[in-house]
């Protein structure tokens, strides 16, 4: 025992140190390396600007010369200073050129253009008048530079690595002195550490100084020892309360150890039909085969199994499983089983209830769930077929109030046609009588005929033909509002002029309060942006959300006016806004406004203040459905009780 238990410390022994030395030798390398990349880098820096300031050295002290050399066609001066050039480090090639062709060209050495530049060559004369006529061309290498650090790297990282194994070899020893070796005296005493040995305390091998972690370690494993011999005296005690409360209680109690029953008692020899005598030293396997009922064999093994590989839910497993008792009768018991010390040894220790009533109990109501689960299900059927039943009575009403939308722009639509076909009328009578004088006219000799009667007649038939075509454009619109208003739901995107059809149905609905209360007069504001357009819309379903809005506030500002007011003059004010990417409509009438305990329920389905009669309630939340959903805008709504209320809606600026 001795023996195996040096070998161990011999495998441990200096593996915590090597741990750290690795560590310690990883990351100083790694700092040393990124040390000198960083030395490098800046070397490099400094080497590339030094070859700038070379370049720049030669624009301000060289150029000037070889440009006036050149103008003078003075070869040889040129080269003369192109060789002075030739003494600047790094430089490796020069090049002049006259306006477009090469004049001279200078190879320095075989090394690589990295760096080239070109320098104008500006001439100027005793006049002072300047001429530029060509250009220098100089290039520079960095290879004289990458080999300055490739020296330099080599020297720098092998100072930096040196110094790093130095350090980590002394932290190496240091650890291993004054932490390793004492760490192994430490768990050599935990090896020989048990209940039977607590007598000698852990005392370690260093000299006195003042006090660190080690000796907290040390203290703390002497005082786990004195709580140990604390402990073993509890434990006995523990084991006589244990046994005594055992005996009284009502629950099945036994201890499994080495395979066999260790302890039961009578609870649970009560439970199963035998004594306790009969129950002592049973072996586990028969345990299985006596008290657990053969078709739940199975199941008792495969939670055993899973209890003893720790794949198990909670603090302590609960089973549920049948049991047979020694008449051979079967029940329902509930166990719970966890590991314990007993008498100084792992055991399990395990639980037993007689739970067969309460089984009974849950079977009931498992039969009482399923029948009320058959009660839901049937009353949800129900609930299912009256929901479709208001759904189709909900579409009927939306049809409804499409209808009866339309039917009130009837009275208005019949008043807008009946002045441009009035028009249309007289205009085309006037024509008919114009094209006979003008005939009369044709008809007479031509010594007769005069030409400016003749020209005045066709000028007055081409004014009261485009007077009959704007009356009739004006009809055909009115019309096809009729039509896309009178169409149903899922209608195309069309592009469409915003501001018209505001315009159109505006009109169309004054016309309409008209029709209904033909003393009803109210001043109509417009304030459109002309840099809206024509945007993308499905225009039958928005000229109808237009019209619900219009109606409501001409019904607002009609109810107001017929409160006597002085000096109250019915207004309804449409505005329109480019936003950029979202088109602004502002929908404002001085009417009756909207109390405060209506506005959360304005927009809701059926809910309207209207007469009976008077409105289905739906004509707000369907304008909110089209905005909102169908356009995917904003729908909102400001107002003062007896001031005012405005509709504000914003669609995307749609091309």
């Given amino acids: 025992m001795s023996d195996n238990k040096t070998s161990i410390d011999s495998r441990y022994e200096g593996q915590l140190s090597r741990t750290l030395l690795f560590w310690v030798v990883a990351i100083s390398s790694f700092f040393a390396i990124l040390t000198t990349g960083f030395q490098l880098y800046f070397s490099f820096a400094e080497d590339r600007a030094n070859i700038f300031n070379n370049l720049e050295f030669i624009k301000e002290s060289y150029v000037q010369s070889i440009a006036t050399s050149a103008f003078n066609l003075d070869e040889n001066q040129a080269r003369i200073i192109l060789h002075g050039i030739q003494a600047i480090p790094d430089i490796v090639f020069l090049e002049v050129w006259d306006r477009q062709s090469k004049w001279i060209s200078m190879q320095l050495s075989d090394g690589k253009k990295d760096i080239v530049m070109e320098f104008p060559l500006i001439y100027t004369d005793t006049s002072g008048k300047t001429q530029s006529f060509g250009k220098l061309v100089v290039a520079a290498s960095l290879e004289d530079v990458y080999q300055r650090l490739w020296k330099d790297t080599f020297l720098i990282l092998g100072s930096n690595i040196l110094k790093t194994l130095a350090a980590s070899l002394f932290i190496f020893l240091l650890f291993q002195w004054s932490i390793t070796r004492h760490l192994l005296r430490i768990a050599s005493y935990f090896r020989k550490l048990d209940f039977n040995n607590l007598e000698q305390e852990l005392v370690l091998d260093r000299q006195k100084s003042k006090p660190d972690e080690l000796d907290g370690l040390t203290m703390a494993i002497n005082d786990m020892r004195t709580r140990l011999i604390q402990t073993s005296e509890e434990r006995q005690q523990a084991d006589k309360r244990f046994r005594s409360f055992s005996e009284q209680s009502l629950m099945g109690i036994c201890v499994i150890q080495h395979d066999c029953v260790a302890y039961a008692n009578q ?48 603090t302590i497993p609960r089973y549920e499983w049948r049991a047979v008792n020694a008449s051979g009768e079967w029940f329902w018991v509930e166990s719970y089983s966890l590991t314990i010390t007993y008498q100084n040894e792992g055991a399990d220790l395990v639980y037993l209830i007689d739970i067969t009533e309460r089984k009974q109990t849950e079977e009931e109501i498992k039969t009482l769930n399923q029948e009320l689960e058959q009660r839901v299900v049937k009353r949800t059927e129900e609930l299912q077929e009256s929901l479709n039943s208001l759904r189709k009575t909900q579409k009927q009403l939306v049809v409804q109030e499409k209808l009866a939308s339309l039917g009130s722009m009837t009275a208005g639509i019949s008043h807008e046609l009946k002045n441009p076909l009035h028009l249309v009328n007289n205009f085309a009578e006037q024509c008919s009588l114009l094209s006979e004088d003008l005939q009369k006219e044709l008809n007479k000799g031509e010594g007769d005929r005069n030409q400016e009667t003749i020209s005045q007649l066709l000028t007055m038939i081409a004014k009261a033909a485009n007077t009959t075509y704007k009356h009739s454009q004006r009809a055909d619109n009115v019309i096809r509002a009729m039509l896309l208003h009178s169409r149903g739901t899922g209608g195309e995107w069309q592009l469409m002029d915003l501001n018209l059809l505001l315009k159109e149905y505006t009109t169309l609905a004054f016309h309409s309060m008209r029709a209904i209360n033909y003393t009803f007069n109210a001043n109509l504001e417009s304030n459109f942006d002309s840099s809206i357009g024509q945007i993308k819309m499905v225009p039958q379903d928005l000229s109808r959300a237009f019209l619900n809005i219009l109606n409501n506030a001409l019904y607002a500002v009609c109810e107001k006016s017929q409160q006597s007011l002085e000096h109250y003059v019915p207004t309804i004010k449409t505005t329109t806004k480019n936003l950029g990417n979202w ?73």
Avoid at 272 to 295: C, V
Avoid at 595 to 604: R, S, T
């Fill in 267 to 314: 609870a649970i020899a009560d439970i199963f039909g035998y004594t306790i005598q009969e129950m002592m030293n049973w072996p586990a396997k028969a345990l299985y085969t006596k008290i657990i009922y053969l078709e739940d064999l199975p199941k008792v093994q495969e939670q055993a199994r899973k209890k003893q590989a720790g794949d198990t839910e909670g």
């Fill in 583 to 655: 088109i602004e409509i502002r929908i404002w009438d001085n009417g009756t406004g909207i109390p405060e305990k209506n506005k959360n329920k304005i927009m809701e389905p059926f809910f309207t203040t209207k007469p009976a009669g008077s409105g289905t309630g739906l004509g707000l939340s369907l304008s909110y459905e089209i905005v909102v959903q169908e356009h995917e805008g904003t729908f909102q709504i400001e107002s003062s009780e007896g001031e005012y209320t405005e509709f504000i809606l914003t669609i995307p600026n749609k091309q």
